[in-house]
């Protein structure tokens, strides 16, 4: 039984293969076209043993059938067919689409030198003042994207400066010591945020994202700090450059898994420090 399951497949196989290469349809096609009496014999009214007789009538047997309708000239149709026929159509195409090239040149040269109708020059216009009206409204954008850039530069500059200032005072009234307990606390506040990676403006950020749920928008969270949103943006990129925060288009900001835990233990760590100066 796989015996014949296998010749069954390998038949089919073959006949696929033969069917399905050009030269075999083509010489199939050109065949029935030069024979196409034999199917009128075969479809016209008369008896079967009429029509037997017109089919030997049709193709006798002799060297010129052959080389005729039966054989030779199908052959030669196909194979003119699948060999000659693309190179001829390669020539055809190409001179058929340089003449299309040459005719458009020529209408575009005649319409080139065509004087423009008065409705024509009206929309010419209009199109340039529309384009004209967006550059504007475009650079207008862009130099106060610039001016509000230059404006946070200059209060990040400034609060830089002023911070320097503030940390080269030294203190000159001796008061009295703190406890040892207060000491300990307040070298616990120091540790705090000296060893976590989130500065001050970096860390307010930070807690204000972890009390929402969802991401929120860079409006939304420059409106809570009361900051300028580009300055807030900017701290934003540098929290995403270090995994802290994470961008989701059309939605907003949020907190990193390292970015929520490093909040979560530097919240936990400052209730431990409010604890202890209490």
């Known amino acids: 039984m796989d015996t014949l399951k296998d010749m069954w497949a390998s038949l089919v196989a073959g006949v696929q293969e033969r069917t399905t290469n050009p030269l075999t349809f083509s010489f199939i096609a050109s065949w029935c076209l030069w024979n196409y009496k034999f199917f009128f014999i ?7 043993t009429q029509r037997l007789t017109a089919v030997d009538a049709l193709y006798p047997s002799d060297l010129t059938t052959y080389l005729g309708h039966a054989l030779g000239a199908p052959l030669l149709t196909a194979v003119a067919y699948v060999f000659l026929y693309p190179s001829l159509s390669a020539v055809v195409i190409e001179r058929y689409r340089k003449k299309q090239v040459a005719i458009a040149n020529a209408v575009r040269e005649i319409e080139g030198k065509r ?106 969270l420059a409106s809570n700090l009361k900051i300028n949103p580009l300055v807030v943006k900017s701290q934003l990129q540098a929290m995403a450059d270090d995994n802290l925060v994470t961008h989701e288009i059309h939605r907003g900001w949020s907190l990193t898994p390292e970015g929520e835990k490093l909040t979560l233990d530097l919240l936990r760590n400052s209730e431990t420090v409010s604890s202890r100066l209490l």
């Open 42 to 48: 075969l479809a016209g009214d008369g008896s079967t």
């Open 115 to 220: 004087l423009l109708t008065v409705d024509e020059s009206r929309q010419q216009t209009r199109l340039h003042e529309t384009e004209r009206v967006a550059w504007q409204e475009r650079e207008s954008t862009l130099v106060a994207q610039l001016q509000a850039t230059r404006e946070a530069l200059s209060a990040a500059e400034r609060q830089a400066s002023d911070a320097g200032k503030v940390s080269s005072i030294q203190p000159t009234d001796q008061g009295p010591k703190p406890s040892t307990a207060d000491a300990n606390a307040l070298d616990m506040v120091d540790a705090v945020f000296t060893s976590n990676p989130l500065d001050n403006l970096n860390t307010t950020i930070a807690k204000n994202l972890s009390q929402y749920i969802g991401p929120i928008s860079l409006d939304v």
